[in-house]
């Protein structure tokens, strides 16, 4: 993994990752507890196509998202991934509008924070600010038009 002192140069502008989530991104949820207070995690963005849904050798069924998708950590370091583990709430959300949105990508921007929480069993919970609307994605259709314009 790249440290700091890397140069830029040295080092690709996002890590590509065989899937991404938070601890992957080098994030630790637990510092808020530690800070007792709100913690940036990281910034995460892209577009889902798709969810799947997997069962674990626990049993437990797992989801996550497959597209294209890109996060900036607290340390300003980037990564990348064709799949992405996001917490509950914030995937639901993409989840949910992936189901309406006819089968086209859904593409979304977060930051996403951890807070202290005495009520969670690990000390510790998720919160998200939507940076842009969660929406079906037309981005297709406008390279589409593009590249019919330039015949």
């Known amino acids: 993994m790249a440290t700091k002192k890397e140069s830029t140069e040295e080092r690709p502008e ?33 577009e889902a196509q798709d969810v799947k849904t997997k069962t674990a050798r626990s049993g437990d069924p797992y989801s996550y998202l497959v597209g294209d998708f890109r996060a900036i950590n607290g340390d300003k370091l980037g990564f990348e991934a064709n799949k992405l583990f996001l917490p509950g709430g914030i995937f639901e959300q993409i989840e949910v509008t992936l189901k309406s949105a006819n089968g086209k990508p859904v593409q979304f921007g977060y930051d996403i924070f951890s807070v202290p929480d005495e009520k969670s069993s690990v000390g510790y919970r998720y919160s998200a600010k939507q940076l842009m609307k969660t929406e079906a994605s037309n981005r297709l259709e406008e390279l589409t038009k593009e590249l019919k314009a330039t015949k």
């Not at 601890?23 to 963005?45: D, H, L, T, Y």
């Open 14 to 46: 996002f890590l590509p990752l065989t899937q991404m989530n938070l601890k992957a991104c080098g994030c630790n949820p637990k510092e808020a507890i530690k800070q007792s207070k709100a913690v940036f995690m990281a910034r995460v963005f892209g």
